[in-house]
């Protein structure tokens, strides 16, 4: 499939160069500026400039990496002129924006999608690995999200599918995660760095991932009981243990021990081996 990229953001550029390695060849790109052009052409090397115009035409999927006003200007002309073609793909991978902010792209017959990893990215060659086993956002609507899911899978990503109902919450989630969350780590930070405190950051680093951690066990522990009124199975206790979930106790709002094995429950010393292997 040939893929061009339109605007600057560092997200564009990662994303293009990993589905580049996904075997996908990469028809053009619009100008970067700058003080990114240094970095976009080491990370797509031998990528031909070309007019929007003209990247629109050729590519099957075009990755519309920018947002705000530059974005809307962007699909202001493609409506006008009337630049997608039926089954064309066209995503955005800014954090803020609106699937319906596509909407014109979609009434000339394209498939639209939001792609947004889910991590901090800077436009290197260090961001392709970086993307391996992140998560990302796949706003779509139903009958085309198995193609954004697809597009997240080809570049190393997990899909966390968001309905069009749901995207102001992701929007709004994203944006404390990461906004918030910054100007918290360097509260708690700063007056460690200013007594002088060895290892503060790494410190730090480990108690708010204990932190984090803690507070996902607590939500999946009760999302599980809330899914499961009448108890566990052992097999769906062995999965709970897997994704990290504490099992409801004898105390909790859960299911009783009576209905369930014991926990941890009890495993084999060693697994069986299977008859035909020759070992």
Request: with cysteine; hydrophobic share 40%; charged share 20%.
């Amino acid at each position: 499939m040939g893929i061009g990229l339109v605007g600057d953001s560092p997200a564009g550029a990662v994303m293009a160069q990993a589905l580049a390695g996904a075997g996908h060849a990469l028809v053009g790109r619009s100008v970067p500026p700058e003080d990114r052009a240094d970095h976009v052409e080491a990370l797509l090397p031998g990528v031909p400039v070309m007019d929007v115009d003209d990247i629109i035409r050729r590519s099957e999927m075009v990755i519309l990496a920018s947002d705000g006003e530059a974005l809307a200007h962007v699909v202001d002309d493609i409506e006008q002129k009337g630049l997608c073609q039926p089954g064309q793909i066209v995503c955005q991978t800014s954090t803020g924006e609106s699937l319906a902010t596509l909407a014109p792209v979609m009434a000339q017959g394209a498939i639209t999608v939001r792609l947004v990893p889910l991590l901090p990215l800077t436009g290197h060659s260090l961001d392709i690995r970086r993307l391996r086993g992140a998560w990302c956002g796949v706003v779509a609507h139903g009958p085309v999200a198995p193609i954004g899911q697809a597009l997240a899978l080809e570049m190393g990503m997990e899909a966390l599918v968001i309905t069009p109902e749901g995207e102001a919450a992701f929007n709004d989630s994203v944006a404390l995660a990461t906004g918030q969350t910054h100007q918290f780590v360097q509260e708690a930070l700063t007056p460690l760095l200013d007594a002088g405190v060895d290892f503060a950051p790494q410190a730090l680093q480990s108690l708010l991932h204990a932190t984090i951690d803690g507070i996902i066990r607590q939500h999946a522990t009760e999302q599980h009981t809330a899914e499961h009124p009448d108890g566990f199975s052992a097999s769906e206790l062995l999965d709970m243990e897997g994704l990290g979930v504490e099992p409801p106790g004898p105390n909790s709002n859960g299911p009783s021990t009576e209905q369930t094995t014991t926990w941890p429950p009890e495993r084999p010393t060693q697994l069986p081996r299977d008859p035909e292997d020759p070992a």
